[in-house]
Every structure is written in C-alpha cells, then in structure tokens.
C-alpha cells in the first residue's frame, strides 16, 4: 500500500469519551433527553448533521438543529483538551510510514477545523498530505466523497489505496471508494459490526499497518 487514509475518532486517537460528553452536555443544555452513551457510540463514525436528528426524541426542526450542533461544537472544544490521546504506538507508525515515503491522509466525519485541531493537538498536525471534514464533501459517510475526492485531487492510484478505521462506516466508505480497508480494532466500539463488513484486513495493532 502506498496510500492511508485515516479516520480520526477512534483510529488515530481516543476520543470516544469526549464526543459522549460532549454530546450529552449539549442536548441537556438544549432541555433535550440526554442520549445514552451506547446510542452516541453507535452513531460514531457519522456527522452530527446526521445523527442528531436521529437520537433526538422529539422532531427538531433547522433551527433547533442548528443550535444544538453549535452548543455540542461548543461543549466539544471545552472536554477535547484533555480527553484525546494517540492509541499506543500510534505516533510510532506515522512516523515510520512518512519516513518511508507513504501519503497519508485523514477523512473524518468532523468538521475541518476541529479536525486539525484535534490534530495539532496530539501532535499529528503536520504529519498528512491532506484532509478531509464533514464540510469538503457532498454527501457524508459511508458515502465514498472523502476519500474519492482526495484520489482525484492527488492522482492516487486506488489499487495500492487503503481506508483504515474502527467503524462500520469507514469500512463501507472504503468499499464504495474502490479502496482496500483495513478494520482499527484497537478502537472499534463494535467489533463485530466492522467485521461484518468484511475489510480487506483486521488490524490489531497500530504497528499492524506497517505490514499492508
């Protein structure tokens, strides 16, 4: 493989217990039921734009949407700056695959600029050719824009192509894309739902990816 594409939540980095307290804050803020944390974990991996709406137990129109993802933006930004942390040996791995000469990339659900932060912040900021948020492409995951879009920008051949991360989504992302995927199973939530989507490799270990 020549070309990784990443997910972040959960593959690069911890964050799952971030985006539950965030999420919770945010829709008791707004005198909302608070979603469970299984419910939250389940949706990981899809943006906000999609699964809010869908957790909420009451209709929510525009507006009301509108203002419960900027209170959740707002709730995230306060609890992200000490609850995310690279997965062991991550940092490692990066390293090791830049040194060999390996693009890699970063397609998130999250918005672009939380995205970066997120990665200044565990010290991977410098450390991809590109990325790709909620707010670069066209339809959201598991539709394939993200990492579609990122091939065709960087002629990248798709056959030495590979989709890493620890949900179902990615994995379908991955297919769509004609790329070959790789489940991060140090971070999956659902294990057995990432392997019912039969990726192309069931990963262990961040080092694992030097094998691929």
Same mark, same amino acid.
């Given at each position: 493989?020549? !070309?990784?594409?990443?997910?972040?939540? !959960?593959?690069?980095?911890?964050s799952?217990?971030?985006?539950?307290?965030?999420?919770?804050? %945010?829709?008791?803020?707004?005198g909302?039921?608070?979603?469970?944390?299984e419910?939250?974990?389940?949706?990981?991996?899809? +943006?906000?734009?999609?699964?809010?709406?869908?957790?909420?137990?009451?209709?929510?129109?525009?507006?009301?949407l509108?203002?419960?993802?900027?209170?959740?933006?707002?709730?995230y930004?306060r609890?992200?700056?000490?609850?995310?942390?690279?997965?062991?040996?991550?940092?490692?791995?990066?390293?090791?695959? !830049?040194q060999?000469?390996?693009?890699?990339?970063?397609?998130?659900?999250?918005n672009?600029? +939380?995205?970066?932060?997120?990665?200044n912040?565990?010290?991977?900021?410098?450390?991809?050719?590109?990325?790709?948020?909620?707010?670069?492409?066209?339809?959201?995951?598991?539709? +394939?824009?993200?990492?579609? !879009?990122?091939?065709?920008?960087?002629?990248?051949?798709?056959?030495?192509?590979?989709?890493?991360?620890?949900?179902?989504?990615?994995?379908?992302?991955?297919?769509?894309?004609?790329?070959?995927?790789?489940?991060?199973m140090?971070? %999956?939530?659902? +294990?057995?739902?990432v392997? %019912?989507?039969?990726?192309?490799?069931?990963?262990?270990?961040?080092?694992?990816?030097?094998n691929?």
């Amino acid at each position: 493989m020549d !070309n990784f594409f990443f997910d972040f939540d !959960n593959t690069l980095a911890d964050s799952s217990n971030v985006a539950v307290l965030a999420t919770q804050r %945010a829709y008791t803020a707004k005198g909302l039921a608070m979603p469970t944390r299984e419910a939250i974990v389940g949706y990981m991996g899809v +943006p906000i734009e999609v699964s809010f709406a869908k957790m909420a137990t009451v209709s929510l129109d525009d507006a009301a949407l509108e203002d419960l993802f900027t209170e959740f933006r707002k709730q995230y930004q306060r609890a992200e700056t000490t609850g995310i942390t690279l997965f062991d040996g991550m940092a490692a791995t990066i390293a090791e695959l !830049n040194q060999r000469g390996k693009r890699l990339y970063v397609v998130s659900s999250k918005n672009s600029v +939380p995205l970066q932060r997120n990665l200044n912040q565990v010290g991977l900021g410098q450390s991809f050719a590109a990325i790709s948020g909620s707010d670069m492409v066209a339809h959201y995951k598991p539709a +394939p824009d993200g990492v579609v !879009n990122l091939l065709r920008r960087f002629d990248l051949d798709a056959t030495h192509s590979v989709m890493i991360g620890d949900a179902k989504y990615d994995i379908r992302m991955g297919h769509s894309a004609g790329v070959a995927t790789a489940g991060a199973m140090w971070g %999956a939530a659902d +294990p057995m739902a990432v392997k %019912a989507e039969k990726p192309t490799y069931l990963l262990d270990t961040p080092a694992e990816l030097l094998n691929l």
